[in-house]
């Protein structure tokens, strides 16, 4: 079946803009996940859904990190005002529920460049 | 907070050579262990993972031991392969619904 794919693969984009990531996982997964990697970095937890709403948000860096998952599936993380520093791979995953004995599956990424 | 230290790459191997890659953690309670590998070009997938001490973990001939009086969970493979080449990431979950902690990667070479 199908796995976690995430839109648009690659994203240029100028400082200040606005850019949306968007994921979509498996289906039937309800957990949710979204990290980010910089640079030579592992992962670092943003943020993570169980159905339609934010369950743990503590990792969104500042306000200018926004994510939502109106109807429990597909996710946009939505970022205002890029900076230089936000550039990285956004990576999404899904698990069947949110917990620590549940695989998350990724997806390939989304690499942000803020120029 | 839970952490995650593991061995500093690049390791460059011969084929048949035997793999260790280090990871010790830090965390309250008891968490699950995991190795995850991200092969080129490709997104990061399960290696193997262990729920409980001295739970071993293993998959395509990988293992890993849950050492709690340690704090480790290192990676071991008898013989690898070039197939093998990839980046490797230790992470833990504390527990209940908490996010996966991961460390820095340890990106493997083997060579023919």
């Known amino acids: 079946g199908a796995g976690v794919s995430q839109t648009p693969s690659n994203k240029v984009t100028e400082k200040g803009k606005y850019v949306e990531l968007r994921c979509d996982p498996i289906?039937?997964?309800?957990?949710l996940y979204w990290y980010r990697q910089s640079l030579g970095q592992g992962p670092e937890f943003l943020i993570y859904f169980q159905g339609t709403g934010a369950a743990d948000d503590s990792g969104l860096p500042n306000d200018r990190f926004f994510a939502v998952r109106p109807e429990g599936s597909v996710s946009t993380l939505k970022i205002q005002r890029t900076e230089r520093g936000d550039s990285a791979v956004y990576l999404c995953?899904?698990?069947?529920?949110?917990?620590?004995?549940?695989?998350?599956?990724f997806g390939p990424g989304t690499r942000l460049t803020v120029l | 907070g839970d952490s995650v230290t593991q061995m500093e790459g690049p390791v460059t191997l011969s084929e048949e050579a035997f793999l260790t890659i280090n990871c010790t953690y830090t965390a309250t309670g008891y968490p699950s262990l995991f190795w995850y590998v991200q092969y080129p070009g490709e997104g990061l997938q399960l290696l193997l993972k262990?729920?409980?001490?001295?739970d071993k973990g293993s998959n395509k001939g990988f293992e890993a031991t849950y050492r709690k009086e340690t704090t480790s969970f290192h990676l071991e493979k008898g013989s690898v392969q070039v197939s093998d080449s990839a980046v490797y990431f230790c992470?833990?979950?504390?527990?209940?619904?908490?996010?996966?902690?991961f460390g820095k990667g340890t990106r493997l070479s083997v060579i023919a």
């Open positions: 289906s039937g997964h309800t957990a």
């Open positions: 995953a899904s698990s069947l529920i949110a917990g620590s004995y549940n695989e998350q599956f």
């Open positions: 992470a833990l979950s504390g527990g209940g619904n908490t996010p996966l902690v």
């Open positions: 262990a729920t409980k001490a001295d």
